[in-house]
């Protein structure tokens, strides 16, 4: 009885879900998640924290993700490994946001010894997400050969799913992790593909969709764009729940205040944004606008935020915490 109920909620969550109430979504999955213990098929348990994580971490809320999917991951690992895979999927997505990225490049390692070796280079779908999340590590800490590698992984595992006849581009759904790479690389035309195309699935999306947005406002000096990115950013936040883009939302509009010289203002939103993003367990894009307050001239921890850096090895964002601590020192 207590499975024909579980499986009755996921109906309604997956309607909820993809009608666009992720709210509603969360608040269902959450009823599932009251009577999980009850549950003694390994797949409906997997599922419930799964799609736990998924939610929290669509509306922001990173350490809670981890921390439900890392639970239903204890939960199937030894009777149903592949529906484990799915947890530590979402487990790794959200500690890309924590800063625990060690532990990326570790459940990418697990999630090879899960598959069957003829699928290390084509994942199932579900799975594909974690392969995002290990490319984002790798391009941060230098290894632009390795995300190559996985991304183009990515772009077979898309070219071969259901979704790749119905256009846009393949990189377009782990825009949360491959856009920032394409940014980085200083390739801004095809991030913005990533973001403006018409893939067919949007829910789900739409918090990475715009926090790459947000990023590419700054990356590319479009001020003239960012009035519509941050209306657009703040609209989207309240209407789906998501907490997370109000964060990126304050921090594109102190960006854009500090680059039209109104640095007290700016620095003022930064400071909003900083504690938006620490209260929901997103350390990384913290730390990043920590980073951002002080190349604007306030003081900031250099020391805490230059530990956390050298933690992740994220090399650029290190380089600019150094030069925070010694601007006067050159840098390789």
Known sequence: LTHAESAALDALQSHALWGGRIQEAATINAERLEIVDAVSDPWEVGDTHAMAAWLSFDLGHYETARDLALGGYDRTIDEAPSVALHGLT??????VQTGEWNAVTAALSTALELLDPERHSHPPLYAAPLYAAAAFVAEFRGKAAEADRIMAILTDVW?????GTRGGHPHARWSRHLGPIHIRRGDYETAWLLVESDDAERIGRESDRHAVMCDLVVAT?????????????????AGYGLDSLHAHADRLEGLHSIAMRD?????????TATTR????????EANRTLLAIGEAGRPIDVAAVTEF????RSIDELARARDLADPGVARP
């Open 221 to 237: 000096d479009a001020w003239d764009q960012a009035d519509e990115v941050i209306e657009e950013t703040r609209r989207t936040a």
């Open 263 to 271: 640095v007290r203002g700016g620095i003022a939103l930064l400071d």
């Open 277 to 284: 993003f620490t209260s929901l367990g997103d350390h990384w």
């Open 90 to 95: 979402w487990a790794s997505l959200a500690r």
């Open 309 to 312: 850096f050298e933690g992740l």
């Open 159 to 163: 070219s071969a799913s259901d979704w």
